[in-house]
């Protein structure tokens, strides 16, 4: 099982942030890798359950499962259930916690999965690194210091 696990600071409060992310279909509105997405079937795209169905930008389909959703914790968790990136039993989540001191948001990302074990590192790093500090560095553009 491979863990991979990525923080930030985000200099928003998080109920601004959250009110961003916590759409599950709304990654191509703020991560720069995400070309379209759509919820399959005609879901909310808050309920438990529904399935999000996305493309990216550098090719590529992804279809991930919601498994939960808080707004009261400001938590996401996802499965994804066919991706191009070899992965397996693959389970996020997305949290955001209210920094008190200047009304900021710590940011947590993590995933565990399973994949063949000559691709455990390139992985790791693609998803820690690409895919998850590359949408919390496009959250700090859309929230700049001071704003």
């Not at 795209?45 to 499962?65: M, P, Y």
């Amino acid at each position: 099982m491979v863990k991979v696990y990525t923080s930030s600071v985000i200099d928003a409060p998080a109920d601004r942030v959250w009110a961003v992310i916590r759409d599950f279909n709304a990654l191509p509105a703020w991560h720069p890798a995400i070309a379209d997405s759509r919820i399959e079937g005609n879901q909310p795209s808050d309920k438990v359950g529904c399935i999000r169905n996305f493309n990216l930008k550098a090719g590529g389909n992804i279809r991930e499962q919601l498994l939960a959703l808080s707004d009261y914790d400001y938590v996401c968790t996802y499965a994804i259930l066919v991706s191009p990136m070899g992965v397996e039993n693959y389970v996020a989540t997305l949290k955001l916690s209210p920094i008190t001191d200047g009304n900021r948001s710590y940011a947590e990302w993590t995933a565990e999965f399973d994949c063949a074990p000559e691709r455990e590192k390139k992985l790791a790093e693609d998803i820690g690194q690409g895919v998850f500090q590359g949408g919390f560095d496009a959250l700090k553009r859309r929230f700049p210091a001071g704003r």
